[in-house]
């Protein structure tokens, strides 16, 4: 069954995506919290990636998303709150990404922003009758203009893009 990835932007400094999965909460966890599951659904269509992974307050997560022309995109957090089973917070931040990437973001925060996006995310796993998972992803910015900067450069997209891989993983663990 196709899912449709609901986005609330009522909240300036905030996007919060909400999606449901049809698998069990243990499940969808194990994919965002142990990282050959997790590089295996990650990020927007064309990206391959790498990650380290330490799941506790205190611990580091490395995302680093590989572009077809070998451009490597690092995410870093790290964590502060972990609920095993139903919540990840951390800080997560770019400043890694390659320097294109903080002028465009830059200059669609309206020179707010230095370009090197950081926010706090949290991750909250329900779940659902019929026993599926409702993953809800918050993202939150220092300011609007980064939030809205965000937006334009795609994240909505790779958002969804990035759940629709999910999904498969999700069918082959289960299969």
Known sequence: MTR???VDLSEPRDMVLVREFDAPRPL????WSEPEHLAAW???DGMSNEVELDVRPGGVQVITMIAADGTRYPIRSVFLE???GRKLVGTLTVEDHPMEFHELFAAYAGGDS???MRLV???LFEDTEGGGTRVTVRQSFPAQSERDAN???GA???WRESFVKLDRHLENLSA
Do not use: A, F, L, Y
Not at 28 to 31: G, I, Q, R, Y
């Open 82 to 84: 972990v609920e095993v």
């Open 156 to 158: 909505e997209q790779g």
């Open 28 to 31: 969808v966890w194990k994919c």
């Open 151 to 153: 937006m334009k450069m």
């Open 4 to 6: 449709r990835m609901q």
């Open 121 to 123: 995310m949290s991750v």
């Open 42 to 44: 990650w990020g927007p």
């Open 114 to 116: 230095d370009g090197k």
